[in-house]
């Protein structure tokens, strides 16, 4: 018994050897066959690539705008006009309770008096402000959110305007709303352009190994008259759509950081005349594989595809 279970394992890891062995060879005899033919692989990676680079492009730069919002020196402010019997004690007290609000990033107490003052100073109509007997100015809490998502800015608002001590709280959500729209807008330019260009990028590789299967029509009729497994035909092709998907998205890659780095130095002359340090992210290490990862998929994809029809119709 001990020798049959020794023999069987044996057998397993020579066959496991085997098939490594196997997908080893492919994965090199294809990459050979890349550079052996530079002009038509050159061409094709480069299509490839600008495809994949294309839709990378354009989300880097949607990721940056939308992170960008949080970073804004003049953060959207709600202005919470207290009501007239408030004294400035409970105006510090529902200051301090706006802070500990889970959306409220920043709140800021200003007394009536101190409002005149900033009024006085900003305002040519302080004649009339003197003549009067009484401040007409309510006590005002300055509230920054943490969020910039218009829909929760308007319910931050509203829950404000329950507590009894405020009288009103009021912000333009209309710039707020328009950016949002515009992001909106870019993620799904961003989607449909990713859906176009990667399904073109499946349709040449597909073609690309349409081409590859014709050439070698004879030698794969041959296997099939033989024996071999559809599995084993396909393989060749797949790992030859591995390396198109590879090759496409590390190009990809490098046209995405080189095309955002000649962005940023624009960015950065534009943001420190704002007196901001903002700077455009690339993704780093994580962009670039994930780059990488998108060209590999779309390579088997396009192989799969590809073979598939081709073996089928040799076999028919």
Known sequence: MNQNRAEKKSGFLLRTRLLVSGHFDDLKKTAAELITNPLNSTLSLLLIAVSIALPSIFLTLTTNFMSGLDRIDESPKINVYLREEVSIEEGMTVTRGLLEHP???EATFISADEALKEFQEGSNLSGILIALDENPLPHVVEVVPSS????DVSNLVMSIELYDQVQEASINLRWLERLFAIS???KRLVFVLALILFLGVIL????????AIQFKRQEIELMLLIGATHGFVKRPFRYLGFWYGFGGGLLAA???ELSVSSLSASVEALAQSYRSSYALDSGGIVGILAIIVVGVFLGVVGASIGVSRHVKEIQN
Do not use: Y
């Open 148 to 151: 910039l998502d218009p829909l």
């Open 184 to 186: 909106l807008i870019l």
């Open 103 to 105: 959306q409220v990033s």
């Open 254 to 256: 490098v046209i995405t």
């Open 204 to 211: 040449v590789i597909a073609h690309t190994i349409g081409v």
